[in-house]
């Protein structure tokens, strides 16, 4: 069973910044992407980021410029860096991990893991 554990989450004021890690149980290499999604009361789960095994990377575009997706694949750990950040960036993060087999994609969760911005 894969196991994603999430940390770096806490609270910072608006304009601070966070760095959240993302441990995997199993080689990055063996996912075809690692992303971080994020999760408000009442709301949908939104992705933030991801870094496809090839390394390319893709963005929500209220975080571009401010946040960057980053992956060791030597510590199976996958980082979110958040710059400037803003009330509004308040929420639950979640780590994920996608397989692709055939026609069909595997998604894995972390458990999350709050961040909280004030104003």
């Known amino acids: 069973q894969v196991q994603l554990v999430e940390s770096g989450g806490g609270l910072v004021q608006a304009g601070g910044s966070l760095r959240l890690s993302c441990a995997a149980s199993e080689r990055l290499f063996s996912f075809d992407a690692m992303g971080w999604y994020r999760q408000t009361p009442g709301k949908q789960r939104e992705l933030v980021a991801t870094v496809a095994r090839g390394g390319s990377t893709n963005y929500e575009e209220s975080v571009k410029g401010r946040f960057t997706i980053s992956r060791d694949n030597a510590k199976n750990t996958v980082y979110l860096q958040m710059n400037s950040l803003k009330p509004e960036d308040t929420a639950v993060y979640f780590c994920?991990?996608?397989?692709?087999?055939?026609?069909?994609?595997?998604?894995?969760w972390g458990q999350g893991t709050q961040v909280t911005v004030s104003s």
């Open positions: 994920n991990a996608r397989r692709r087999s055939w026609s069909r994609e595997y998604d894995y």
